[in-house]
C-alpha cells in the first residue's frame, strides 16, 4: 500500500486549505492514518491522526480547534482541513499509516507543501 499526499499550496495567514491522502491498493484496512509535517530545519512532527475503522481523532495541540482529520472509506482517503492557518504552519506535509495499535507508522509518499504567507 502507498499513500500519496495532496492539497497544499499556497495561502495568506488565516485562510484554509483541505489536504487529501489516497491509499493505493485494493485492501486498505490499517489501525489509523497519521498526518505529519516538516518545517526547513526542523524534524518531523505529528499534525493529526484518526483510526480507520472508529474514525477517533487525535490532535497536536498546536491544531487543536483549526485543524480537522476526517476519513472516507469508501475512497480510501484520508482529509486534513486545515483553517485559520498560520506562518507557523509552513511545512511539508505527510500522511503515513500504523497498522496495529502501538506500531510505528509507514509507508511515507511524497509530502505535499503548505506555505503560509504573514
Known amino acids: 500500500v502507498q499513500l500519496q499526499a495532496s492539497g497544499g499550496g499556497l495561502v495568506q495567514a488565516g485562510g484554509s486549505l483541505r489536504l487529501s491522502c489516497v491509499a493505493s491498493?485494493?485492501?486498505?484496512?490499517?489501525?489509523?492514518v497519521g498526518w505529519f509535517r516538516q518545517a526547513p530545519g526542523k524534524e518531523r512532527e505529528f499534525v493529526a491522526r484518526i483510526t480507520w475503522t472508529v474514525g477517533s481523532t487525535y490532535y497536536a495541540d498546536s491544531v487543536k480547534g483549526r485543524f480537522t482529520v476526517s476519513r472516507d472509506g469508501a475512497k480510501n482517503t484520508v482529509y486534513l482541513q486545515m483553517n485559520s492557518l498560520k506562518p507557523e504552519d509552513t511545512a511539508v506535509y505527510y500522511c503515513?499509516?500504523?497498522?496495529?495499535?502501538?506500531?510505528?507508522?509507514?509507508?511515507w509518499g511524497q509530502g505535499t507543501q503548505v506555505t503560509v504567507s504573514s
Open positions: 491498493g485494493r485492501t486498505f484496512s490499517p489501525f489509523s
Open positions: 503515513s499509516k500504523a497498522d496495529r495499535v502501538g506500531a510505528r507508522y509507514d509507508s
